[in-house]
């Protein structure tokens, strides 16, 4: 069974910075995209950044020039590198991947980490 197991989310002050990482375990054959999306309370979730599994990128314009996506395809690990935070950004981080299994290609998604960024 496949998992995305995500890790370093916290609390920091604004103009501070952190890393998240997603790490996938288990069977499987390969992954495509991979990505990071955010949702704030009563707001719509959406994306912050995807990276291919070429490596290209796209960031949400909200965060470019701050946030940068990475992805170690030995490690099996997506990364989002988060500097210059604002309060806005505050919100539950989840990451998804495209992952290929015996049973074909599926969605999984991480279980969400906090990110909470004061003024």
């Known amino acids: 069974q496949v998992q995305l197991v995500e890790s370093g989310g916290g609390l920091v002050q604004a103009g501070g910075s952190l890393r998240l990482s997603c790490a996938a375990s288990?069977?499987?054959?390969?992954?495509?995209?991979m990505g990071w999306y955010r949702q704030a309370p009563g707001k719509q979730r959406e994306l912050v950044a995807v990276i291919s599994g070429g490596g290209s990128t796209d960031n949400a314009d909200s965060v470019k020039g701050r946030f940068t996506i990475s992805r170690d395809n030995a490690k099996n690990t997506v990364y989002l590198q988060m500097n210059s935070l604002k309060p806005e950004d505050t919100a539950v981080y989840y990451c998804?991947?495209?992952?290929?299994?015996?049973?074909?290609?599926?969605?999984?998604w991480g279980q969400g980490t906090q990110v909470t960024v004061s003024s």
């Open positions: 288990g069977s499987f054959f390969s992954i495509n995209a």
């Open positions: 998804n991947a495209d992952i290929v299994t015996y049973r074909g290609p599926r969605d999984y």
